[in-house]
């Protein structure tokens, strides 16, 4: 079956050149325009498979005409030809981008030209007349569409100047698509080699349950060494409804979007794919930032906080007590006889030591505060939240915890030193002080902590 064939001129000798020259060939239909507009009226009625256009027309140019096409699915896979006068001057740039398939020159002699037509006539080139028929009847739909389109794209890319705030663009990439489709719960994953996120937007499931369902969808998902989630969590054990949107940059996985329950989801799902590059790239700017975060602030042995951002936080820290009347603790915590580990085990046994102790830390002081590796074998913990009785069953339960454990080589114990910031004006004394009380545990045993605080039955104050 032949080809259906549209000539976009706004000369009438041209028009009847290509006309006698495409008469030649086996074609379904030939039809002709005289500007770009009527070319696109004429296009989105009949959808022809190949569509020859003048690249300087009045008003709508050839390229602009292909920008406008190639923006409807059902002109992916049409063949464009452009053809070019004398006076024509392509930027190659817009050329590359303009989504023709082929520039000819009218300047070629008519034999040449002719076999040129012939030759991109019979390649495998279609359109496909059974998608988007039903909203774009002519061509200010496709502006209007264009349009909302350039808007969407422009609203996420407007985001990537937060980047060094996470949840807050992903809050505000949430309310967006708000605006398209009403959904009960949504959740967006970012996905790097160092850390995996999800944000829960009203998902009544577990951690598990969610992490679960969203990793499922990707094809071949990377493993971050850390995984943090954000927004509340329930008991629920089933999720209905989902509908995932897989993210990739560069071919590989970096993220995804989910919603529950979701009104309207065809909707949704055309605005994601319009927003598909633009969400690619915001995505992979988070994760570059979140990499860059992750590289200056994180101990790499441990996944601790290293000691710059424990001395940052103290800081603040010690700022904000002043200014808001509260007390906040801090510990030292060292590992008992490590240089006899590493000189008889070996540093990688060493090194096992330190990850499983700071995963153990870690696990016990999250959501009281923050520890981090403070250099060699001494960790810190900054504890705003806690009274002076709750830090003592916290260290107790850390060192137990450390003395119960079987590391590869046998046990391991932790010496603590603790102090309160109430009677010290600045936030060096303070870590000082915890460091001498380390030292006294040190001296006096080892596994053990030493308090310059009496434990009270008081409120935390924070």
């Given at each position: 079956m032949g080809k259906k064939v549209l000539v976009v001129d706004d000369s009438k000798f041209w028009r009847l050149v290509l006309q006698s020259i495409l008469e030649k060939f086996e074609i379904e239909a030939l039809f002709t325009a005289e500007n770009a507009m009527q070319g696109i009226e004429i296009a989105l009625k009949n959808f022809p498979d190949i569509i020859i256009t003048d690249y300087n027309m009045p008003g709508i140019s050839g390229l602009q005409m292909c920008l406008y096409l190639r923006s409807i699915p059902a002109f992916k896979d049409a063949g464009?030809?452009?053809?070019?006068?004398?006076?024509?001057?392509?930027?190659?740039?817009?050329?590359?981008?303009?989504?023709?398939?082929?520039?000819?020159?009218?300047?070629?002699?008519?034999?040449?030209?002719?076999?040129?037509?012939?030759?991109?006539?019979?390649?495998?080139f279609c359109a496909n007349n059974s998608t988007e028929k039903f909203y774009i009847s002519n061509i200010y739909d496709v502006l209007e569409q264009k349009m909302r389109s350039e808007v969407l794209n422009r609203e996420i890319l407007s985001l990537i100047q937060f980047a060094r705030d996470e949840l807050y663009v992903v809050r505000k990439l949430v309310n967006l698509f708000e605006n398209f489709a009403q959904f009960s719960a949504s959740a967006v994953l970012l996905l790097s080699p160092i850390e995996g996120r999800i944000y829960n937007f009203g998902f009544q499931a577990?951690?598990?349950?969610?992490?679960?369902?969203?990793?499922?969808?990707?094809?071949?998902?990377?493993?971050?060494?850390?995984?943090?989630?954000?927004?509340?969590?329930?008991?629920?054990?089933?999720?209905?409804?989902?509908?995932?949107?897989?993210?990739?940059?560069?071919?590989?996985?970096?993220?995804?979007?989910?919603?529950?329950?979701?009104?309207?989801?065809?909707?949704?799902?055309?605005?994601?794919?319009?927003?598909?590059?633009?969400?690619?790239?915001?995505?992979?700017?988070?994760?570059?930032?979140?990499?860059?975060?992750?590289?200056?602030?994180?101990?790499?042995?441990?996944?601790l906080f290293n000691k710059k951002e424990l001395l940052r936080f103290l800081e603040e820290t010690h700022e904000l007590s002043k200014k808001s009347d509260f007390t906040y603790y801090v510990a030292m915590f060292d590992v008992d006889n490590f240089k006899k580990v590493n000189d008889t085990y070996g540093h990688l046994v060493g090194d096992e030591v330190l990850k499983t102790i700071g995963k153990i830390l870690k696990e016990k002081v999250q959501g009281n505060g923050i520890v981090g590796?403070?250099?060699?074998?001494?960790?810190?913990?900054?504890?705003?939240?806690?009274?002076?009785?709750?830090?003592?069953?916290?260290?107790?339960?850390?060192l137990d915890t450390v003395r119960n454990t079987k590391f590869s080589h046998g046990s391991c114990t932790i010496s603590c030193g603790a102090v309160s910031s109430e009677y010290y004006s600045s936030p060096t004394e303070v870590l000082k002080a915890a460091d001498e009380m380390l030292y006294i545990s040190k001296r006096t045993g080892k596994d053990k902590a030493s308090f310059m605080f009496l434990p009270k039955e008081n409120s935390p104050t924070f």
């Open positions: 464009i030809v452009v053809l070019t006068g004398s006076d024509d001057i392509i930027n190659q740039f817009w050329a590359e981008h303009s989504g023709a398939n082929k520039f000819l020159s009218k300047l070629l002699p008519k034999d040449d030209l002719e076999k040129e037509l012939e030759s991109f006539i019979k390649m495998n577990t951690r598990k349950t969610l992490h679960d369902e969203l990793v499922k969808n990707f094809e071949k998902p990377i493993q971050p060494s850390d995984w943090s989630y954000i927004g509340g969590y329930g008991q629920e054990l089933k999720i209905e409804d989902l509908i995932t949107f897989p993210i990739k940059y560069d071919d590989n996985e970096i993220g995804l979007i989910a919603f529950s329950k979701t009104a309207d989801f065809r909707v949704l799902i055309k605005t994601l794919n319009e927003a598909y590059e633009s969400l690619s790239l915001l995505f992979n700017t988070l994760n570059l930032f979140r990499e860059l975060r992750v590289a200056s602030t994180i101990d790499g042995l441990t996944g590796r403070y250099g060699g074998e001494e960790f810190c913990a900054i504890l705003p939240k806690l009274d002076a009785d709750s830090v003592v069953r916290l260290i107790d339960d850390i």
